[in-house]
């Protein structure tokens, strides 16, 4: 069984990226206005690394990001750079959470936090019945 | 029945304010008696003290059981707080390792210190430390050393080898700064004077200087030496006499010298066991074994160490008695199936000290431009990207990861050292497939086994192909086997 991340997810990471990216244009004016030729080339790069970030990250990072169950085993693949896939037996985990930010509450999206002996492993901007669904299975397999 | 800790625990509530209210207080008397200022802070000291010693008579710890399904649970409870209540409980089944500490000053009191760890612990802090008196802890220690079915005892030699490979001069510096620091506080300026002006009145400098060392230079070597002996003295005072033993209930290790401890890890806590070799070693065939476990090296600079620098024929003696299920996997791969990088990743282990070596050449002609003094010294530096070269050289050649119906053997690089490590698969907690852009080019990627301990220890084995870690069935398969 597959779950995708919640369709919203684009929207929280495009707004995330609009909100880092304030502060740096103010930055960006600044250097400008001292010293208008580096101010310039730093606005080109900054502007094109936005739209970089916005219309060819942000797509790819959704749909390169999944959460499997299989065979007891939950499986997280994301990143899309960097990619990483993290697979753990369901037995092994000792506590499993959901948790929203504000921003991911208004999306309908949240986390899921899961720990097994060590550190945690947090699946993030998941949709919120996907979310409890995999609780519900995580929490069957611990009673199995 | 609740149980009272012992009275050293005091230590613990005031130890927080010992040196900014009792030490002050302690000095100003010594010096002016008499004085206003010397007995102003009483008061603050009384009620600190005061509150401390409440703290403490509300704390104990005793043992309950309780009924589980027709199963009766032995559970250690520890209770603390004056103002905020804390009721600490812990399953004596989940209780995976015991560690005692000794030192002279609780030696003093006739204490020791019991910390207790389970599979929750924090990866900072035991599950529970308790200070008890010492008679009934050692009791149960020596109870259990008569248990003992085989023993290994380190040479002092061998420790005073991996005392000097661990030590490093900056971790001995920051013991030589706290110590002085902390001697600056406590005894005023004067002494602090008196410490610092030490350096004024050596003359070895000037002998380095005279053999054509620049002064900072040669400072700074001595600093270093300084360091580095220091960081000797802490890792082999804490190693001397290492022994390790195998008892019906687990791993018993004992070890140090002024600063002692007894660990008793049980089976549940031992998650892996990893031989490790730095490349004096491998030339020399001496291995180091460690054990990967719940509730040991939460002190900073501390190993799980189980045999020193032990040659093959110990290696195997030993490890077979220690641990006959996973010993035979250290030695040899037949019926397991096993996979290894592809030949033509050498250059993907090499680039990392290759580009390091640039680098230093790179800084090399910037100090001939600007800095020509120093310039000899920088090419020194490229000792390290050497080193990791012909280590990483060893790794491409002796890389592997196989797995059978039960264990997993992995063999990588971790810094300067290669490791060979052996754990069950059920001590597998996750497995991370990482790729950097160019490895997903070459189709190959970096494998992190991470294996159940409260540090979250795992095993990163790097540039093997995708599609053969897709071989290896505990990335898949549904249970597995106990």
Known sequence: MEFALGKNSIRLWRIRGTLVALPACFVCGIVAALFPIVGIILCIIFIVIYLLYYFWYVPRLFHSSLASLENGRLTWRTGVLFSVRISLRLETILTASISRTPLQSLLGLCTLSVRPVGAPISLRQLAEPDARELLRRIEEAADD | ?482
């Open chain 2, 1 to 482: 029945m609740t149980k009272r800790p012992h009275v050293v625990t005091l230590w613990n509530y005031l130890s927080r304010f010992f040196f900014l209210l009792i030490v002050p207080l302690v000095q100003a008397v010594f010096r002016a008696p008499f004085s206003e200022v010397a007995w102003s802070s009483l008061p603050g000291v009384i009620a600190v003290v005061g509150i401390a010693c409440f703290q403490y008579l509300s704390c104990g710890y005793g043992v309950t059981a309780v009924e589980d399904s027709g199963r009766s649970l032995s559970i250690l409870y520890w209770n603390s707080g004056l103002f905020f209540y804390k009721h600490r409980i812990l399953p004596a089944d989940c209780v995976a390792s015991v560690f005692l500490r000794l030192n002279p000053i609780l030696d003093l009191f006739g204490a020791v210190q019991v910390m207790l760890d389970s599979p929750a612990a924090n990866a900072k802090r035991p599950s529970l430390t308790l200070l008890l008196h010492k008679k009934e802890p050692m009791s149960w220690w020596n109870q259990l050393r008569e248990e003992i079915t085989h023993r290994y005892a380190a040479s002092p030699v061998r420790v005073v080898l991996m005392a000097i490979s661990w030590s490093n001069p900056a971790s001995g510096l920051l013991v030589i700064g706290l110590l002085l620091n902390r001697a600056g506080k406590l005894l005023g300026e004067e002494l602090t004077r008196q410490l610092y002006g030490i350096y004024e009145s050596v003359n070895q400098t000037q002998r380095l200087i005279a053999w054509g060392l620049p002064p900072t230079v040669a400072i700074v070597g001595w600093l270093m030496a300084l360091g580095w002996f220091c960081a000797f003295l802490v890792q082999f005072f804490r190693y001397a006499f290492f022994t390790a033993g195998t008892c019906p209930t687990g791993t018993m290790i004992s070890r140090g010298m002024f600063f002692r401890s007894r660990q008793l890890l049980t089976d549940q806590a031992i998650r892996a066991v990893a031989i490790r070799q730095t490349l004096m070693m491998r030339l020399l065939h001496l291995s180091s074994v460690y054990l990967h476990t719940i509730g040991s090296g939460k002190e900073k600079g501390d190993r799980s160490l189980l045999m020193a620098a032990a040659n093959t024929q110990e290696l195997r003696y030993h490890l077979a008695r220690f641990y006959p299920k996973e010993s035979p996997y250290f030695f040899s791969r037949e019926g397991m199936t096993s996979i290894r990088p592809p030949k033509n990743s050498l250059l993907s282990f090499l680039l990392v000290p290759l580009l390091h070596a640039a680098a230093i050449f790179l800084l090399y002609a910037l100090f001939v431009r600007y800095l020509a003094l120093f310039s000899p010294l920088v090419l020194f530096l490229l000792v390290f990207p050497m080193y990791h070269l012909l280590l990483r050289t060893a790794a491409y050649r002796n890389s592997f990861l196989a797995e059978d119906d039960t264990h997993i053997a992995a063999c990588g690089y971790v810094s300067d050292q290669l490791f060979t490590a052996v754990l069950p698969k059920s001590a597998v907690q996750a497995v991370v497939i990482r790729q950097n852009p160019l490895q997903r080019r070459s189709g190959r990627c970096q494998v992190r086994l991470c294996i159940g301990t409260e540090k979250g220890a795992c095993f990163d084995l790097r540039h093997f192909r995708v599609e053969d870690i897709q071989q290896l069935s505990f990335l898949w398969e549904e249970t597995e086997q106990p």
